[in-house]
């Protein structure tokens, strides 16, 4: 099992920039899809990115392409939302979630139903 705390949710304005970090625990990331969600009130929960901690390419949902990314820190066991260009229409409650355990596995893709350990979210309110 793995434990995930995402941290770096705050208000910011229009145009800013804003990185959310989950903290994983438990077990190595290197395991599991691991995926960003967010979910705006009356909206469904929706993907933004997903991939493999194993190593893959990253897939992105159209309408963060090219304005947030996902990296990670293997030594911290920590994976990374860069945000960029944020608009008010990404307010919502971020969420990191994970899929697995698996050996391998050859795509990862943000859907919240299939994934199985979820942090509690961290807010993030733009402005303009």
């Known amino acids: 099992q793995v434990q995930l705390v995402e941290s770096g949710g705050d208000s910011v304005q229009a145009g800013e920039s804003l990185r959310l970090s989950c903290a994983v625990s438990?077990?190595?990331?290197?395991?599991?899809?691991m995926g960003w969600f967010r979910q705006a009130p009356g909206k469904e929960r929706e993907g933004i990115a997903a991939?493999?901690?194993?190593?893959?390419?990253?897939n992105y949902a159209d309408s963060v392409k090219g304005r947030f990314t996902i990296s990670q820190d293997n030594a911290k066991n920590t994976v990374y939302l860069q945000m960029n260009s944020l608009k008010p229409e990404d307010t919502a409650m971020y969420y990191c979630?994970?899929?697995?355990?698996?050996?391998?596995?050859?795509?990862?893709?943000?859907?919240?139903?299939?994934?199985?350990?979820w942090g509690q979210g961290t807010q993030v309110t733009v402005s303009s």
């Open positions: 979630a994970a899929l697995g355990p698996f050996r391998y596995i050859a795509n990862c893709v943000a859907v919240p139903r299939q994934y199985n350990y």
């Open positions: 438990g077990n190595t990331h290197r395991d599991y899809c």
């Open positions: 991939f493999y901690g194993g190593g893959g390419r990253t």
